[in-house]
């Protein structure tokens, strides 16, 4: 099976990043890889049977990373999710005859598309506890540009835009600005905070090489996706932590703003979405912004009128 047709579609017709395409390229593989290992070669050999057991050993797979068996659902409807895109490539491209028992199979491992923010307390042990400057920015401005982790990785050292402007009382303010190419290679503006921003300067002034990348890897080279995931496992064991997902810290980033009482589609312009309900799914407020969106629509809707209440 030639997956790579498939992908350079993916990555010229639909936009994919490079991240995306590698990682269509490994879930390809290891269905590859276990239909080699039964003797078919074939796509007209995928049946309703090779899938099932396809599943069945993606549920019996040793996860030593987790400390236990079998993949999580997530990463096993994504792995589906791949062979079914190419299965459909190749009905539409040069076989209308070709099956996709994915379709048929019963669909339990949809991908949970829910956000899983990083609660406040471990965000605070974590921060607090990195002490290393580079990983301690890298960090901080995760959580205050909602970037994903190949974003991040494409910042180099003049990518924020500082400027100062002032009101009309004369007070400044820092606004630091950059932009990124996200999904689908468009271009999105990010913003960092004044506070954010120190820690950003400090990091910069302690720099000594010439190298562009913003973040360099002990060998002086652009820091990768995986070594970013590396550092905050790294991080994570070394203060008692659980393992934290680096997209999860975007989750974090959008579900605050969420609480702050950021308009819906300002945030679905910050992360980059293409469609409001996916950016929907961050406003899980908080009983306090519940409370506070309350009483404010009800001193609207009564007026406000000041008045003590005797208790019972």
Avoid at 27 to 36: E, H, I, K, P, V
Avoid at 76 to 95: M, P
Avoid at 282 to 291: H, K, S, V, W
């Amino acid at each position: 099976m030639d997956f790579e047709p498939f992908l350079e579609t993916l990555k010229l017709q639909r936009g994919c990043t490079e991240q995306t395409i590698r990682a269509y390229r490994s879930d390809l593989g290891m269905f590859a890889m276990y239909m080699r290992d039964r003797g078919l070669s074939r796509i007209t050999q995928v049946t309703n049977d090779v899938i099932n057991g396809y599943i069945g050993q993606m549920q019996e797979k040793e996860n030593p990373r987790f400390s236990r068996t079998g993949l999580s659902q997530a990463s096993i409807g994504r792995r589906l999710a791949a062979v079914s895109s190419y299965l459909e490539y190749v009905r539409g491209t040069s076989n209308a005859n070709i099956r996709n028992p994915i379709r048929e199979v019963k669909r339990r491992w949809k991908k949970n598309t829910a956000p899983k923010p990083v609660d406040q307390e471990t965000l605070d042990r974590l921060m607090e506890g990195i002490t290393n400057l580079r990983d301690r920015t890298l960090f901080t401005l995760f959580l205050c540009t909602g970037l994903r982790i190949s974003e991040m990785c494409q910042l180099n050292r003049d990518s924020i835009v500082v400027q100062v402007k002032a009101d009309q009382y004369g007070r400044e303010t820092i606004l630091g600005s950059g932009e990124v190419i996200g999904k689908g290679r468009k271009p999105r503006r990010f913003y960092v905070d004044d506070q954010s921003l120190e820690i950003y300067f400090e990091y910069l002034t302690g720099r000594t090489d010439d190298n562009p990348a913003l973040f360099l890897s002990e060998r002086k080279q652009r820091l990768s996706v995986r070594a970013v995931q590396y550092t905050l496992d790294a991080w994570c064991r070394k203060l008692g932590l659980g393992h934290i997902n680096v997209h999860r810290l975007r989750h974090s980033y959008a579900t605050k703003l969420a609480n702050a009482g950021m308009d819906l589609l300002h945030l679905k312009d910050l992360l980059g979405h293409d469609n409001a309900s996916t950016t929907h799914n961050y406003f899980r407020l908080t009983d306090n912004t519940l409370a506070v969106g309350y009483f404010s629509a009800m001193e609207f809707l009564n007026g406000y009128r000041p008045r003590s209440i005797s208790k019972p």
